[in-house]
C-alpha cells in the first residue's frame, strides 16, 4: 500500500490497485487519500454510502512525492451486465480536478481509467457530467474526450443557474417576481436560514408540494437527515413565515454546497395556499444574498427538462427569477 497521509478504513473485500502513470503519478483505486477542492459527489464519503460492489471504483491521481491527490472519479457497478455509472446516486459525477491539470494528463487519466474498467470486465460506461456552467472548460473537455473514445450522448438536459455578483436579486428578476417580494415584505413575511435539525419541518413543506404537483422526490427525509450527518456544514435549509412571529413554514428550501463555489438548489416548494403571494421569490431572494455573503459563485436552480423535453412553464419560471440556461450532457461509452 502507498505510504503517507492515512486512508479511509475500507472493507477488505473492495478491489484496490495502483496504475503507473508517468514519472511522478500513479492512479490509485481504492485508497480514499485525503484531497482538497472535490465535489461532493466526488467525496470519499459520498461514495461509501452509495458504493456495494467489491468492484467500484473511486480513483485519484496521486502525485507520488507528496500523495497530493490532483484529480477524482468514481464508478458503481450496476446491474448484471457489468455497466459501470458515475455517479450511482447524485445530481451529477464525473471527474472533478482538484488542482489545475494540463489536457493530456486529463485525457490520459481518463483513457487509463477506461482501459482499467475494461479489463475488470466493464461492458458499458455511463457518465452524468455536471452542468457545463459549472466548469466550463473541463466539461468540455471531458466531452471531446468520451466522444472520441467512442462515447455517445445518452442524454442532454437544459440546467438553470446564475453567475452570483454585487447587484442586488431585485435587479436580476421580472416585475412579476419584485412585486412579489414587495408584498410578502410588505404584509410581514420573514425569510431565513433555519437550523438543520429543523429540516423534517422544511422537507414536509416540499414534500406536501411536490405530492400536490405530481412529483416524487428522490429521497426522504432520513436520507437527508444521514446527509447533513455525513456533511455537516454542506447542506443549508431556508424558510419563509407568514408572519414575525414564525407561527408556520410557508415555503422552505433545500440547498447543497457541491463545492465551495456553488450552491444547489436541491429541493424547493411553498404551501397550498401561498398562490396569492408566491414566497418562493422571497425565499430565491434570501437564498442568493446566503450567496453572496458566503463566497458563492453560482447559484444552481436544477435542471428543467425531462429525457431532453422542455417544460416550459418551470423555464419561465426561472427565467423569470434571473436564472439561466447551461446544457446538461450524460454519455454510454461502450468498451
Known sequence: MPTGHPVIVIPATRRQAVLAFDDGHEIRINYFLPAQDNHIFNEADFFKLHASSADDVYAQLVRVADDKVCATIAFYETGEKKVFTSPKRGTFGGLGLNCPLDVHTVEHFLSKLIDYLKAIGACEIDVKCAPFSH??????????????????????????????????????????????IRKCLREGFVAEQIDPSACEDAYRVIHDNRERRGYPLSMTAEQIKTMVNTFPGRLHFFAVYPDPQKSRIVAAGICIAVSRYILYVFYWGDAADMGPYSPIALLASHIYEFCQREGFRLLDAGTSTL??????????????????????????CQV
Open 307 to 332: 429525457a431532453g423535453e422542455l417544460n416550459h412553464g418551470l423555464i419561465k419560471f426561472k427565467r423569470n427569477l434571473g436564472f439561466s440556461e447551461s446544457l446538461k450532457l450524460s454519455f454510454v
Open 135 to 180: 466548469d466550463l472548460p473541463l466539461s468540455s473537455l471531458v466531452s471531446n474526450i468520451l466522444l472520441r473514445r467512442g462515447g455517445a450522448i445518452a442524454s442532454h438536459e437544459l440546467n438553470h443557474d446564475m453567475q452570483v455578483d454585487a447587484r442586488p436579486f431585485l435587479q436580476r428578476i421580472d416585475y412579476g417576481n419584485a412585486k412579489r
